[in-house]
């Protein structure tokens, strides 16, 4: 059973917009900070952006800031990154996480990870 069910992606053009979403099936999202990561390839995965527990606030990776949005909806159990102004060099698989009762996302501490998504910017 899937407890973390991702989806959204898919092929867009440089300057577009995509939107990513995770809902949690088997536990209860506002119990955990969560975050976004991805994976291009070659690379390691990173963190691009993170709500902690209990937090009003969102951190993101310089590379994505001003751009992306990560929110998160505790009454469904959802979160969601709404990416625009989409680049080639943000081409990779997208990861949600949840992380547990932390104040950051940190890549090691993910307790539940989505399947994956991928976004491709291409003209």
């Known amino acids: 059973q899937l407890q973390v069910v991702e989806s959204g992606g898919g092929l867009v053009q440089p300057g577009g917009s995509l939107r990513l979403s995770c809902a949690a099936s088997?536990?209860?999202?506002?119990?955990?900070?969560v975050g976004w990561f991805r994976q291009a390839p070659g690379k390691q995965r990173e963190e691009i952006a993170c709500?902690?527990?209990?937090?009003?606030?969102?951190n993101y990776a310089d590379s994505v800031k001003g751009r992306f949005t990560i929110s998160r909806d505790n009454n469904k159990s959802t979160m969601s990154l709404q990416m625009n102004s989409l680049k080639a060099e943000d081409r990779a698989v997208y990861y949600c996480?949840?992380?547990?009762?932390?104040?950051?996302?940190?890549?090691?501490?993910?307790?539940?990870w989505g399947r994956g998504a991928q976004v491709t910017v291409t003209s």
């Open positions: 088997t536990f209860a999202l506002e119990d955990y900070a």
């Open positions: 709500i902690p527990y209990g937090g009003t606030y969102q």
């Open positions: 996480g949840a992380v547990g009762r932390a104040a950051e996302c940190v890549i090691t501490r993910v307790k539940y």
